[in-house]
Nanobody
Framework: VQLQASGGGLVQPGGSLRLSCAASGRPFSRYGMAWFRQVPGKEREFVAAISWPGTRTFYTDPIKGRFTISRDNAKNTVDLQMNSLKPEDTAAYYC??????????????????WGQGTQVTVSS
């Protein structure tokens, strides 16, 4: 499956952005999806995951209550709505996919397919 992320940009603290990841290739129904983020010099870290067909989600603690992951299975997309953004949310954001086996995964190594990063910068 090929993944294409979009929607990054520059936003002021407290603002919102919506990232989108479009999947193509193999049937979207086979995949659990996730968003990770990475800043230079640090490991890529888990942000949020969503099951197939989207009934379950899981979030890392720093973004709980501010970010929402969702998927549109008809459009083969997975989105990350980011509200109340903080400067520490600044990072390159990556979407990822793994073969769905019933379990939400949070480790980078559990994901096989990756999109290119989209940069989110939160600054005044």
């Amino acid at each position: 499956v090929q993944l294409q992320a979009s929607g990054g940009g520059l936003v002021q603290p407290g603002g919102s952005l919506r990232l989108s990841c479009a999947a193509s290739g193999r049937p979207f129904s086979r995949y659990g999806m996730a968003w990770f983020r990475q800043v230079p010099g640090k490991e890529r870290e888990f942000v949020a995951a969503i099951s197939w067909p989207g009934t379950r989600t899981f979030y890392t603690d720093p973004i709980k209550g501010r970010f929402t992951i969702s998927r549109d299975n008809a459009k083969n997309t997975v989105d990350l709505q980011m509200n109340s953004l903080k400067p520490e949310d600044t990072a390159a954001y990556y979407c990822a996919a793994n073969e769905w086996n019933g379990l939400l995964k949070v480790r980078r190594d559990d994901y096989v397919y990756w999109g290119q990063g989209t940069q989110v910068t939160v600054s005044s």
